[in-house]
Antibody, heavy 117, light 110 residues
Framework: EVQLVESGGGLVQPGGSLRLSCAASGFTFSTYWMNWVRQAPGKGLEWVANIKQDGSEKYYVDSVKGRFTISRDNAKNSLYLQMNSLRAEDTAVYYC??????????WGQGTLVTVSS | QSVLTQPPSMSAAPGQKVTISCSGSSSNIGNNYVSWYQQLPESAPKLLIYENNKRPSGIPDRFSGSKSGTSATLGITGLQTGDEADYYCGIWDHSLSAGVFGGGTKVTVL
């Protein structure tokens, strides 16, 4: 059974940093693209970033380019999202998602990031 | 404001059918596969349809997807109270190298 467990969310001040982690199990992590998708409170879904199996390709939504960095450690079956220069509009539940293209097949339960002073 | 347009809400009685539209353009839906996601209250989204009309294992055939030109459609037949949820369309826009979701449609079972 595929499991994706996010951690690292919390309350951070504007301009601060946070690192999210996602522990994956139940599938061969190193053979799949991985994604982060977020959902602001009461709002819809927003794709944030993804990373190729070997980490050689990474893509980001425009609003986080230059501030967020996606990475992975295939030896640890883990996905990460380093978030810097956080803004109030980054407040959201962040989901770790397995899949390539728009076939986002498995989702974690999410971790809440709140950016507020 | 998403480039993929969905109706904000729809409703129907139990046993009836709902059809949710996802409208885009030739540069997004017209040139990419569409997927659909169901988000039950207080839950993570779940993949319902991928590559326009394919169902992952475990998804009942009451859910169907189609695409024509610059629009896609999710159909739900035999509506059940457990189908009350938010539904999102999504694409991988190869020209932007970015994922895009529609704004979501809240389905209410009357």
């Amino acid at each position: 059974e595929v499991q994706l467990v996010e951690s690292g969310g919390g309350l951070v001040q504007p301009g601060g940093s946070l690192r999210l982690s996602c522990a994956a199990s139940g599938f061969t992590f190193s053979t799949y693209w991985m994604n982060w998708v977020r959902q602001a409170p009461g709002k819809g879904l927003e794709w944030v970033a993804n990373i190729k199996q070997d980490g050689s390709e990474k893509y980001y939504v425009d609003s986080v380019k230059g501030r967020f960095t996606i990475s992975r450690d295939n030896a640890k079956n883990s996905l990460y999202l380093q978030m810097n220069s956080l803004r109030a509009e980054d407040t959201a539940v962040y989901y770790c998602v397995k899949g390539y293209g728009s076939s986002w097949s498995h989702w974690g339960q999410g971790t809440l990031v709140t950016v507020s002073s | 404001q998403s480039v993929l347009t969905q109706p904000p809400s729809m409703s129907a009685a139990p046993g009836q059918k709902v059809t949710i539209s996802c409208s885009g353009s030739s540069s997004n839906i017209g040139n990419n596969y569409v997927s659909w996601y169901q988000q039950l209250p207080e839950s993570a989204p779940k993949l319902l349809i991928y590559e326009n009309n394919k169902r992952p294992s475990g998804i009942p055939d009451r859910f169907s997807g189609s695409k024509s030109g610059t629009s896609a459609t999710l159909g739900i037949t035999g509506l059940q109270t457990g189908d009350e949820a938010d539904y999102y369309c999504g694409i991988w826009d190869h020209s932007l190298s970015a994922g895009v979701f529609g704004g979501g449609t809240k389905v209410t079972v009357l």
